[in-house]
Every structure is written in C-alpha cells, then in structure tokens.
C-alpha cells in the first residue's frame, strides 16, 4: 500500500505582510468605530432654539456653520433666532461689537463623528449692510435695503430684492440672485448661477454649471468652465466664455459690435450687428455652439 503525501507547510509571513495585515485591522477597526460614532451622533441628536435682541449696527455680519436667513424688519433692533442641533457639543454662540458693526457667530467645535449645526435667522433694520460667511449651510437674503455680500463654502446661496449692490459666492452649490438695484458678482465653483434684473453691471462665474441671465441694466461678464450660458436683456456690452457648452446670447434689437467665435460648433447670427456700434458682444466656446440672436419673449 502506498502511503499518501504529507501536505505542504503553509506558507509563513514574512514581518512585512504581518505589519501589513495588522495595519489594516487597525484601519478597518477605526472605519468601524468612525461610521458607528457618526450614526450614533445622528441618532441622539438634540435641538435648541433661543432668541436674542441688538441694538441696531450700520454693518451686521454673521459667521455659522448651517443656514442662514436675512431679512428686513419694521423695528430699530436686530433679532436673531438661533437654533443648535447637536449631539454632544452644542455650537458656540457669541456676539461682539466693533464701532458700528455687529459680529454674530455660531459655529462648531469640529471632530470626527460628531452631529452639529449652527443655524441663523436674523432681522435687521433697514438700510443694514449685511455679510453672510457660513461653512455648511445655505443662505438667504431678501428685502434688504443695503448692500449684501454672501458666502458659503458647501451650500445655496439665495439672494432676492436687494436695494445695493451683491456679492454671492458658494464653492458647492447653485447660485440665485433677482431684483438688485446695483451691481452682482457671483460666482460658484461647482454649481449653476442665475442672475435676473440686476440694475447695474453683472459679472457671474461658474467652474460647473450653467449661466443664465435675464435683464441687465449695464456691462455683464459671463464665464463658465464647463456649462452652457444663455443670457438676454443686457443693455451694455457683453463678454460670454465657456470652455464646454453652447453660448447664446440674445440682443435688445440694436446693433452691435459682435465678435463671435467657437472651435467646435455651430455658429448663428440672427440680429442687428454693426462693426461701428458703441455697444460690443464678445461671444466665446471652445467646445460648443454660439449664437447671437433676436430679443427674448
């Protein structure tokens, strides 16, 4: 009888794949933990809401790290609701005053796991400048009779009815702006942007996403990375660029100078142009057709 063959000794680890194995159970362990402490946090989050009265500032910035919302009331005082949502620490929450500005700040101390929001919704007199800076969250701004000046760094901004100039800027999230008396700048790194009735001059910037623009009382600067823009009712020249996308631009029925080009697209002209004209319209893509057209129903 033939006697079967021992089977080959497994094979021994060397001290590198032992470092490497035990490496990753330490990796795979603190993932496990992490993802269990932010679901716990989540789960056992409280909320607190409180109210707090100023005396009127000329400026009134508010820091936070949530949404935020401004709007003008009928007083001489600044109101503020302010609402924590957390799981283990709340928001900080302070208020300080430098000359004739009102610093309001409700932001959270920041680790790994942990549920917190800092919310805002502030009153203030009218013909307040208002300055908005919020870390996670979106904003809103509306009726104010001075100007605004907006930010967020993962979030909407919204701004309407506005007696002054604006300043709206997201490095994620859309970007909405009506009803300005002066002028806007806007501009998101990674999200749409639309501006519509602004009485002065306009520059809106988008690095993903489209443009539209409706009725501009002066000059507009359009740019986008990657995104169509379409934009109509600007009565002063004109500059509109993509990289990637389709560039309409529609006229107010008068001639212009146009400058129109594309590397790869079609190209359309169906309204007054005039070399000579005061008013110019630069229109540019580099993927993408380009149109100068008729006035917009």
Excluded: F
């Amino acid at each position: 009888m033939t006697a079967l063959a021992s089977p080959p000794p497994a094979p021994t680890r060397g001290p590198l794949a032992r470092s490497l194995a035990w490496g990753g159970g330490l990796l795979a362990g603190a993932l496990i933990l992490a993802s269990a402490a932010s679901l716990v946090s989540q789960l056992g989050a409280r909320t607190a809401t409180s109210e707090r009265v100023y005396d009127a500032r000329a400026v009134v910035e508010l820091i936070a790290d949530g949404d935020v919302t401004v709007r003008v009331g009928t007083g001489d005082e600044v109101g503020v609701i302010v609402t924590a949502r957390y799981a283990w620490t709340s928001p900080d929450y302070s208020q300080t005053t430098d000359g004739d500005r009102l610093v309001i700040t409700h932001t959270c101390r920041w680790w790994g796991g942990s549920e917190c929001r800092g919310d805002l919704a502030v009153v203030v007199p009218a013909h307040t400048r208002v300055v908005v800076r919020t870390s996670n969250g979106s904003v809103q701004a509306s009726g104010l009779l001075a100007d605004v000046e907006a930010r967020t760094s993962n979030g909407s901004v919204d701004v309407t009815d506005v007696d002054g100039d604006v300043t709206a800027v997201s490095s994620n999230g859309s970007v909405r702006v009506s009803e300005v008396t002066g002028d806007g700048v806007l501009s998101s790194s990674s999200g749409s942007v639309e501006a519509r009735d602004i009485g002065g001059s306009l520059e809106a910037q988008t690095s993903n996403g489209d443009v539209a623009v409706s009725t501009v009382g002066g000059s507009a600067r359009l740019e986008a990375s990657s995104g169509s823009i379409d934009a109509a009712g600007v009565l002063g020249d004109v500059e509109a660029r993509t990289d990637v996308g389709d560039v309409t631009v529609h006229g107010t029925g008068k001639p212009v100078a146009l400058d129109m080009a594309t590397s790869v697209g079609e190209q359309v002209v169906d309204a007054p142009t005039d070399p000579s004209a005061t008013t110019s319209v630069t229109i540019r893509s580099s993927s993408g057709s380009v149109s100068y057209l008729g006035p917009k129903d």
